[in-house]
Every structure is written in C-alpha cells, then in structure tokens.
C-alpha cells in the first residue's frame, strides 16, 4: 500500500493549483456576482490538456489516470465549484462514457475533438418532472428509416447552453415507458447544430452561478442511427454508468472546497482578535477547524479510494457513492462553519466562505442527492441490491495504452 503521490500526480497537482490561481482566482467574485460564464476559459482549460485529461492520447487525451482527474477536479473546485464542474460533464459524464460504450466510428467523430477541447460536451439526463427518479423521464425517441426523432426537454443541465454535443437519454420502447422498465431507454449523442435542438439558460441559482446550467429542448430532432450510444435499451445502465465516474469528480470537487474552507478558516482565525486573543485560541473556533481537518482527510481517503478502483477497472459504484455523498455533505457542513469563524465578514462576499457555501450546497443535490447516496448504500449493506456486469466495462487504466499515439 503507497498513500504517496506519484511524481505525474503532483505535476498534474501544481500545474492545475497554478492554473486555478492565475486564470480563474482574480475574475471569480466578478463573474459569480453577475451570473456570467467566462467562455475564454474553456481554450485555456484545453491548452493544459484538461479537457481529455484521463483520456487516451489517441481519443486526444493527455493519457492520465483517474488520480489525475481526481487531483485536477480538487484544485478547480478549491478556487470555484463552476470550473470543477467543467471536468465533471465534459469528461467525466460524457468523454468517459463515450470511452467505455462508444463505437471506434463515434470515438473518432465525438470524443476526438472533445478532447482536445474542439468540441465541448455535456450530459442530459434530468427533467424537469424527473430527477432521481431516472425511469420517470418523458423523451421519446421514435424510429424513421435510418434516423431516430427525438422530443423532450432537459431541465438543470450544466453547459447546456455552451456545449455542442449532448449525450442524452430517451424512451424507444414506449410500453417499456409505460411499465417503467428502464430496458426501454436508450442513450444518444446529439449535436447543437442539429434541427429542432435548441438550448437556454437558468438564472437565479443559490451558488455555481459562474457556471452555465440550463434546458435542452428537442422538437422532432433527426438523429442518424449510428449516433445510437451502446445498444437500443442500454441507455440506463449507459446513464448510471456515467454517473460512477461523474459522482468521482463531484466528491473530488468536493475535497477541495472542504480544503478552501479549512486554509481560509485557519488563515482568519490567525488574524482575528477577540477576547484579548487571535480567536484560533478558542477551543470552539478549534473545533470546527478540527472538524475540516477530519473532513477533509476522510474525503479525501474515499476519493483515493475510488480512483484507485477505477485504475484498476474494477466496478466501484459502491466506494464512489459514498465517497460522493461524504465529501459532499461534509462540504456544505465546513463552508457553514467557515462562514461563521469569519463571523459577520463571513456573511458577505468579501470573503470567499459565503460563495463555498452558496456553491457547496448543489453537490448534496446534483448527480445523485444525499438520499439517493444513502438508499444506494443501505441497499449495498442489505444485500438488496448487487453488481451485474455490464457488456462494456471501463477497462483498467494502464499507462501504455493510455500514451500510445494513434
Ligand atoms: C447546478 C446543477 C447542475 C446540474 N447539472 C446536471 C447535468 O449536467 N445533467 C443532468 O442530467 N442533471 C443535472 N442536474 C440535475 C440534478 O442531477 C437533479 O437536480 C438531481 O438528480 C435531483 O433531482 P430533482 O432536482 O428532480 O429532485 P427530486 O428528484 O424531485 O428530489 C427532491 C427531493 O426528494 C428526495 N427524494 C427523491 N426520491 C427519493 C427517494 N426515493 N427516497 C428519499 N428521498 C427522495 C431527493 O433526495 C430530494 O431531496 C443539475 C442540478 C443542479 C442544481
């Protein structure tokens, strides 16, 4: 057992803290403030090799392994849960799915140019009468000669507005639909450009609001036959195994808001007085800066979990889970406490806790809420619920084939 990091990991580490410092840190409060998504950031994020970061140098990825993206995801979201969320559907919802289900065909066409950050991609699952409740989607996909017609819309979706391709998920079987048998679904690869496919954004959002979340609507869009992901009626197990690396990237984000909270916390606490002392001297401001420490060692530990899983292919909807639902809650519970150490200075946007806390909040909600985490746990202990394989499983993460040109 080697809890060290690599030599690559901490190159990954500092390039992308330094990265996040220089390119996101002096323009956030400003674009949190007025809602605003700062495209530039996405050739920027691409030019560092982000964008395809644990993908195959020949799918024109960097040939990382999942640490990377682990490592890369906590220091975005350490400065703003916005640009970790970038990560998390460009590559994690999307790229990877393509990577593990993808025709070479579609691997070439999408996932080659997503990559390399030609092509930005995005992930459509909820809407707006379904959530966690996958099985109770509405969109249709009705087939005509060698395309399929798509009609739905998609509700709370991140980069909706920016991205180009969507990877989205509708019923072909409409008395499936009826019975709720999710063998009915199938998942599909949609361009904007495609007719009856058009796009818009939410506003008004407690947090992320640096990000872009919006609704796709599909009237009628004609979809080529080849651009059917997997197979007709794999489109559940497609969507809830793109949540398994998804979920990854959200508790990694979520490690690195934990760490914003307790480095802001600790920094305040050494330069606040009250009472005669710097206020880190009283033991109840030492509690909860101890409580980060906790949180943040113990995500952080179900994260490396969860990724070295990953690199070893093995099936970890179980270990990411709960990696997710622990960073997260624990998330949301230090920027709670880290706006009060910063008392009312906490409470404005002077400082960055009150944005941690507005941010944090969405991670305990998006990509599987915390109950939905706790159902899947219990079910696991109870032996109610078991992995069955799938017919594409992520392959094992091995560096060779990883950095083998094309
Ligand atoms: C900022 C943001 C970005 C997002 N990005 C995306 C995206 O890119 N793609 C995408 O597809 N979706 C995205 N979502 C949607 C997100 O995944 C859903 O909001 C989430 O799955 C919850 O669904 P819901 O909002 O419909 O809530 P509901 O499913 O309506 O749940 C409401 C409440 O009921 C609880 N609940 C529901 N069912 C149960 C149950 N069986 N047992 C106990 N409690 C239950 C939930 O935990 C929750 O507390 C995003 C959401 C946000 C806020």
Not at 340 to 348: D, P, T, W
């Amino acid at each position: 057992m080697d809890f060290a990091l690599s030599e690559e990991h901490q190159m990954v580490q500092r390039m992308v803290r330094d990265f996040a410092a220089r390119e996101i840190a002096p323009n956030i409060k400003d674009h949190d403030r007025h809602q605003t998504f700062d495209r530039s950031i996405l050739p920027r994020m691409a030019a560092q090799g982000l964008l395809g970061i644990c993908l195959p140098v020949r799918y024109g990825g960097a040939g990382m392994d999942f640490i990377s993206l682990g490592l890369a995801c906590e220091e975005l979201e350490y400065v703003d849960t916005a640009y970790r969320v970038i990560l998390s559907v460009h590559v994690g919802l999307n790229g990877l799915t393509l990577l593990q289900w993808g025709t070479e065909e579609q691997k070439q066409r999408y996932l080659v140019p997503q990559s390399l950050g030609e092509k930005i991609a995005t992930y459509g699952l909820t809407e707006p009468s379904a959530g966690s409740d996958a099985v109770g989607i509405q969109s249709t996909a009705r087939r005509e000669g060698d395309h399929w017609v798509l009609n739905g819309e998609k509700m709370w979706i991140s980069l909706a507005d920016v991205a180009d391709n969507f990877l989205v998920f509708a019923w072909t079987d409409q008395e499936k639909k009826r019975a709720r048998d999710h063998t009915g679904m199938s998942a599909f690869i949609i361009e904007r450009s495609f007719p009856g496919v058009q796009t818009g954004t939410i506003h008004g959002k407690l947090g992320v609001r640096a990000g872009n979340t919006g609704w796709i609507s599909m009237k009628d869009v004609p979809v080529p036959a080849e651009n059917m992901l997997g197979r007709e009626g794999e489109g559940f197990y497609i969507a809830m195994s793109a949540l398994d690396n998804g979920r990854y990237t959200v508790a990694w984000g979520a490690t690195g808001l934990i760490r914003a909270c307790l480095d802001a916390s600790v920094r305040y606490a050494r330069e606040r007085q009250a009472f005669g002392v710097e206020i880190g001297r009283h033991e109840l401001v030492q509690q909860m800066i101890a409580n980060m420490q906790l949180k943040y060692d113990t995500a952080r530990l179900l994260c490396l979990r969860a990724g070295w899983l990953k690199n070893q292919g093995v099936r970890n909807t179980r270990e990411t889970s709960l990696a997710k639902w622990h960073a997260t809650v624990s998330s949301f519970e230090c920027a709670a406490d880290a706006v009060e150490v910063h008392g009312a200075y906490g409470y404005s946007d002077e400082y960055d806790v009150e944005r941690f806390l507005r941010n944090s909040k969405g991670a305990v909600i998006y990509e599987g809420s915390r109950e939905i985490q706790q159902l899947i746990q219990a079910q696991y202990a109870l032996g109610y619920r078991k992995d069955r394989p799938l017919r594409c499983e992520m392959p094992a993460y091995d560096p060779v084939v990883w950095q083998q040109e094309a």
